[in-house]
C-alpha cells in the first residue's frame, strides 16, 4: 500500500531569474506543455523560510546553486510582492481538502550571462532566454508576467536585509 504524499502548503514563491542586462529565464513545464514560467514552487515545511524555498527551488529546476562564489547569496532578493491567487482547479488536489487559494512571494535572482541551466527532467521540458518584456508575454501566469514587469523597478531598489 502506498501513501500519498502530505498535502502542498499553500505558501509559494516565485523566482524571476534574470541577468544584468534584463535577459529572463523561462522554462516549461512538463505537466502542461506550452504553459512557460520562472521558477516556481511551495514551502516544504512551515518552518522552511521563503529565502530557504526560494533557494531549494531554484537549485531543484535548474541546478543553479544560491551562496557560491557564481551566484552570492545577495543575488537573490525578497522584492516584498505577494500575490494570492485561486489555485488552478487542476492542481487543487495537491493541497489540503478545502483549500482554493495560495499566496505567492516574489523573489528576483540575478545571475551572470551564460550561467548554466540544468532543468528536472520530471518537471519542466524546456528552457529559454528572453528579453524581459517577451518573457513577460510569454508567461501563462498573469502573476508571473506582472512580476517579470517590475523587473526594471526592482533592480532599482536598494536590497533587502530582513530574511
Known amino acids: 500500500m502506498t501513501s500519498s504524499p502530505p498535502p502542498k502548503i499553500p505558501e509559494s514563491v516565485l523566482v524571476v531569474i534574470h541577468t544584468p542586462d534584463l535577459q529572463v529565464l523561462l522554462i516549461e513545464r512538463a505537466d502542461k506543455p506550452g504553459f512557460w514560467q520562472s521558477v516556481t514552487g511551495s514551502k516544504d515545511t512551515l518552518e522552511e523560510s521563503l529565502h530557504e524555498t526560494a533557494r531549494r527551488e531554484v537549485a531543484e529546476e535548474t541546478g543553479i546553486l544560491v ?71 510569454r508567461c501563462f501566469s498573469p502573476s508571473n508576467a506582472e512580476a517579470i514587469l517590475h523587473l526594471p523597478q526592482q533592480l532599482r531598489q536598494p536590497a533587502r536585509t530582513d530574511r
Open 67 to 137: 551562496g557560491t562564489p557564481q551566484v552570492p547569496d545577495e543575488a537573490l532578493r525578497d522584492w516584498a510582492l505577494r500575490n494570492v491567487y485561486e489555485i488552478y482547479p487542476v492542481w487543487r488536489h495537491r493541497y489540503a481538502e478545502g483549500v482554493t487559494h495560495n499566496t505567492e512571494h516574489v523573489f528576483g535572482l540575478t545571475v551572470p550571462a551564460g550561467t548554466p541551466v540544468v532543468l528536472a527532467p520530471r518537471e519542466h521540458l524546456q528552457q529559454v532566454w528572453l528579453p524581459w518584456r517577451e518573457a513577460a508575454d
